[in-house]
């Protein structure tokens, strides 16, 4: 069934008595969550398909690198395919194709074919994101949507959270190809409650496809990915001729994709999206929130395997209760954005958030682990407060012809803001240590290593902790959305 079955005298499909919206929930919802964990599942596997392939950290890097760059790569044509298939068209055949990276990922003779398998699912994966935003924003009025986003929130942050812990187990008692084959099962199983349950909620307009635009957007995000993870594969860094190159011909590829959109009648992303002040702003709290982010989970975990000398289980388990926790809270925190709006949450949490990165630039090789975990915590709390409401506050300001362009706007950026914010932090690290090492009297000695170290670690916390004010700010300006319609 192809058509949308909504009467004409309602506006979202939640209203419609005669709808049952949440097997369509459940649709997307259990497809995207195996697609997200899929995400982490591999990062603790990295190690063993060195010595499984006999390959070097830099090659083996492609696992997670590749990954993000076709995502980055199609998400941003995501609001074009989803203005021209049907939902239950783009998830059905979004689910098969990431089916199918996962089987031929869990059959793989070679890391050549491994490695197409894992880019194939990167397809399923970033087109999936899109999807999710869309469907519930059709289906639920913007007075409703705080609390489904909320358990959207869940799903993307819990997903990830038990990735490394499943991961490490399976790898442990199984092997590292059940990452792929336990997987199997549940991506046929969302297919088939696809197959049978998910309507569809949008309207096919098949606008035109511009190829040069499609280009456009391919270079530039594609190399600006690719550009900031190659950061760290090369000794010299920023000033690697190779990132340089690469990182010019993202931004000059981002500048032709954004200028060109202006120009066309039916953009392949409508970047008037930015005209809506309560979505710039959702974009800018977004950014700022991805890149703390992501300088916690990658610096933390350096730090306490470093200077702390704790091992990696140790590490991803002091990590495990603020992830969950991150989870857990947020459809609670969407059901008090439904009822009180945006700043009652983001004025308190974004003062969290700089509490939680000002002790983490205190640390030292004293640092007692309550201290961490209960950062940590503050940390995540913080995000399930900020993040979701701000996303859904700047979508609800959208008209409905513009909802797939802000979601792909959004979630073209996660990527993005994810290998800029490891790169730029990771780089800030590294110079900080080498600086401490140069007038260090003993350079080579142990502990004086890892005091180069938890220099680097302070630093990178210090300029997320200004990073930080910059939301506190940006809190005290927001708004509860109001939705614009249609003209």
Same mark, same amino acid.
């Given at each position: 069934?192809?058509?949308?079955?909504?009467?004409?005298?309602?506006?979202?499909?939640?209203?419609?008595?005669?709808? #049952?919206?949440?097997?369509?929930?459940?649709?997307?919802?259990?497809?995207?969550?195996?697609?997200?964990?899929?995400?982490?599942?591999?990062?603790?596997?990295?190690?063993? *398909?060195?010595?499984?392939?006999?390959?070097?950290?830099?090659?083996?890097?492609?696992?997670?690198?590749?990954?993000?760059?076709?995502?980055?790569?199609?998400?941003?044509?995501?609001?074009?395919?989803?203005?021209?298939?049907?939902?239950?068209? *783009?998830?059905?055949?979004?689910?098969?194709?990431?089916?199918?990276?996962?089987?031929?990922?869990?059959?793989?003779?070679?890391?050549?074919?491994?490695?197409?398998?894992?880019? @194939?699912?990167? @397809?399923?994966?970033?087109?999936?994101? =899109?999807? /999710?935003?869309?469907?519930? *924003?059709?289906?639920?009025?913007?007075? #409703?949507?705080?609390?489904?986003?909320?358990?959207?929130?869940?799903?993307?942050?819990?997903?990830?959270?038990?990735?490394?812990?499943?991961?490490?187990?399976?790898?442990?008692?199984?092997?590292?190809?059940?990452?792929?084959?336990?997987?199997?099962?549940?991506?046929?199983?969302?297919?088939?409650?696809?197959?049978?349950?998910?309507?569809?909620?949008?309207?096919?307009?098949?606008?035109?496809?511009?190829?040069?635009?499609?280009?456009?957007?391919? /270079?530039?995000?594609?190399?600006?990915?690719?550009?900031?993870?190659?950061?760290?594969?090369?000794?010299?860094?920023?000033?690697?001729?190779?990132?340089?190159?690469?990182?010019?011909?993202?931004?000059?590829? @981002? /500048?032709?994709?954004?200028?060109?959109?202006?120009?066309?009648?039916?953009?392949?992303?409508?970047?008037?999206?930015?005209?809506?002040?309560?979505?710039?702003?959702?974009?800018?709290?977004?950014?700022?929130?991805?890149?703390?982010?992501?300088?916690?989970?990658?610096?933390?975990? /350096?730090?306490?395997?470093?200077?702390?000398?704790?091992? &990696?289980?140790?590490?991803?388990?002091?990590?495990?209760?603020?992830?969950?926790?991150?989870?857990?809270?947020?459809?609670?925190?969407?059901?008090?954005?439904?009822?009180?709006?945006?700043?009652?949450?983001?004025?308190?949490?974004?003062?969290?958030?700089?509490?939680?990165?000002?002790?983490?630039?205190?640390?030292?090789?004293?640092?007692?682990?309550?201290?961490?975990?209960?950062?940590? @915590?503050?940390? !995540?709390?913080?995000?399930?407060?900020?993040?979701?409401?701000?996303?859904?506050?700047?979508?609800?300001?959208?008209?409905?012809?513009?909802?797939?362009?802000?979601? &792909?706007?959004?979630?073209?950026?996660?990527?993005?803001?994810?290998?800029?914010?490891?790169?730029?932090?990771?780089?800030?690290?590294?110079?900080?240590?080498?600086?401490?090492?140069?007038?260090?009297?003993? =350079?080579?000695?142990?502990?004086?290593?890892?005091?180069? !170290?938890?220099?680097?670690?302070?630093?990178?916390?210090?300029?997320?902790?200004?990073?930080?004010?910059? &939301?506190?700010?940006?809190?005290?300006?927001?708004?509860? &959305?109001? =939705?614009?319609?249609?003209?």
């Amino acid at each position: 069934m192809e058509s949308n079955p909504t009467p004409k005298k309602y506006e979202y499909l939640a209203d419609d008595p005669n709808v #049952k919206v949440l097997p369509i929930m459940l649709s997307v919802i259990i497809g995207a969550f195996f697609a997200i964990l899929n995400e982490t599942l591999l990062n603790i596997a990295l190690t063993t *398909l060195m010595k499984e392939f006999s390959i070097t950290l830099p090659t083996v890097q492609w696992m997670a690198t590749g990954f993000m760059l076709v995502m980055g790569i199609v998400i941003p044509v995501s609001a074009l395919m989803l203005q021209w298939f049907t939902t239950r068209q *783009l998830f059905l055949g979004t689910m098969i194709v990431f089916t199918i990276g996962t089987t031929i990922s869990a059959a793989a003779p070679t890391f050549s074919i491994l490695l197409v398998g894992r880019l @194939i699912q990167a @397809i399923g994966t970033g087109l999936l994101m =899109p999807i /999710i935003f869309n469907v519930f *924003l059709l289906i639920y009025p913007p007075h #409703k949507r705080g609390k489904i986003m909320g358990i959207v929130g869940l799903v993307i942050m819990f997903a990830p959270a038990i990735g490394p812990t499943l991961s490490g187990v399976i790898v442990e008692y199984l092997g590292w190809r059940y990452l792929f084959i336990l997987v199997i099962p549940f991506s046929i199983f969302s297919i088939l409650f696809a197959y049978k349950y998910l309507v569809n909620v949008s309207e096919v307009t098949k606008p035109k496809i511009d190829v040069l635009s499609i280009v456009y957007s391919t /270079i530039g995000f594609g190399s600006i990915i690719y550009g900031f993870s190659a950061v760290g594969q090369s000794d010299a860094g920023f000033s690697s001729p190779n990132v340089i190159f690469t990182l010019f011909a993202g931004v000059l590829g @981002i /500048i032709l994709f954004s200028l060109r959109q202006f120009k066309l009648a039916e953009p392949v992303i409508d970047l008037r999206v930015f005209k809506y002040p309560m979505y710039t702003h959702a974009v800018i709290m977004f950014v700022i929130i991805i890149m703390t982010m992501f300088a916690s989970e990658i610096i933390l975990p /350096i730090y306490m395997q470093g200077p702390l000398a704790l091992s &990696a289980a140790t590490a991803g388990l002091i990590l495990l209760p603020g992830s969950l926790l991150n989870g857990a809270m947020s459809p609670f925190m969407g059901s008090l954005f439904d009822k009180y709006g945006p700043r009652v949450l983001m004025v308190p949490a974004t003062i969290v958030l700089s509490i939680a990165m000002f002790i983490l630039s205190r640390l030292n090789l004293e640092t007692p682990l309550w201290i961490i975990i209960l950062s940590y @915590i503050l940390l !995540m709390l913080s995000v399930s407060a900020i993040m979701m409401p701000a996303e859904t506050n700047g979508l609800n300001q959208l008209p409905k012809r513009l909802y797939p362009h802000g979601t &792909a706007v959004m979630t073209t950026l996660q990527p993005v803001a994810g290998a800029i914010g490891v790169s730029v932090f990771i780089s800030i690290m590294n110079a900080r240590q080498l600086s401490y090492l140069k007038n260090a009297n003993n =350079p080579t000695d142990a502990k004086t290593l890892d005091l180069a !170290m938890l220099a680097g670690v302070e630093l990178v916390y210090l300029i997320t902790f200004i990073i930080s004010l910059f &939301a506190i700010v940006l809190s005290f300006v927001v708004y509860r &959305a109001t =939705p614009i319609e249609d003209k």
